[in-house]
Protein backbone atom coordinates (compact mmCIF):
# COMPACT_ATOMS: atom_id res chain seq x y z
CA UNK A 1 0.00 0.00 0.00
CA UNK A 2 1.52 3.16 -1.02
CA UNK A 3 1.23 6.44 1.52
CA UNK A 4 -0.63 9.22 0.47
CA UNK A 5 -0.97 13.06 1.45
CA UNK A 6 -3.91 15.30 1.63
CA UNK A 7 -3.18 19.01 0.18
CA UNK A 8 -5.65 21.73 0.33
CA UNK A 9 -4.99 25.61 -1.51
CA UNK A 10 -5.09 27.74 1.20
CA UNK A 11 -3.53 31.02 -0.82
CA UNK A 12 -4.67 32.45 -3.87
CA UNK A 13 -1.87 32.62 -6.98
CA UNK A 14 -3.17 35.88 -7.98
CA UNK A 15 -0.18 38.00 -8.17
CA UNK A 16 2.19 35.25 -7.59
CA UNK A 17 4.95 34.30 -10.16
CA UNK A 18 3.89 32.07 -12.84
CA UNK A 19 6.33 29.46 -11.88
CA UNK A 20 4.35 28.79 -8.38
CA UNK A 21 1.06 29.16 -10.40
CA UNK A 22 2.31 26.47 -12.17
CA UNK A 23 3.09 24.55 -9.58
CA UNK A 24 -0.33 24.60 -7.77
CA UNK A 25 -1.90 23.59 -11.69
CA UNK A 26 0.82 20.44 -10.93
CA UNK A 27 -0.07 19.61 -8.02
CA UNK A 28 -3.83 19.39 -9.31
CA UNK A 29 -5.30 22.31 -7.75
CA UNK A 30 -6.04 25.55 -8.92
CA UNK A 31 -9.20 27.31 -7.20
CA UNK A 32 -9.24 28.03 -3.38
CA UNK A 33 -9.85 25.44 -0.21
CA UNK A 34 -9.87 22.49 -3.17
CA UNK A 35 -7.90 19.39 -1.84
CA UNK A 36 -6.14 16.44 -3.39
CA UNK A 37 -5.11 13.41 -1.88
CA UNK A 38 -1.42 12.92 -3.57
CA UNK A 39 1.29 9.79 -3.26
CA UNK A 40 3.82 10.70 -0.68
CA UNK A 41 7.65 10.78 -3.32
CA UNK A 42 9.85 13.10 -2.71
CA UNK A 43 8.69 15.30 -5.87
CA UNK A 44 5.41 16.01 -4.49
CA UNK A 45 6.60 16.96 -1.08
CA UNK A 46 9.42 19.19 -2.95
CA UNK A 47 6.43 21.23 -4.88
CA UNK A 48 4.33 21.70 -1.80
CA UNK A 49 7.82 22.63 -0.01
CA UNK A 50 8.07 25.25 -3.00
CA UNK A 51 5.00 26.84 -1.75
CA UNK A 52 4.38 26.60 1.62
CA UNK A 53 2.18 30.33 2.22
CA UNK A 54 -0.15 28.61 -0.50
CA UNK A 55 -0.77 24.97 0.81
CA UNK A 56 -0.92 23.02 3.53
CA UNK A 57 -1.04 19.30 3.96
CA UNK A 58 -4.67 18.01 5.85
CA UNK A 59 -3.45 14.80 6.87
CA UNK A 60 -0.77 12.31 6.00
CA UNK A 61 -1.92 8.18 5.44
CA UNK A 62 -0.01 5.26 5.52
Given at each position: MM????VKQVG??????????RILIGLGLNKMHRTRELEDTPSVRGMVAKIPHLVEIVEEKA
Open positions: ATIVSPIRRPAVQR
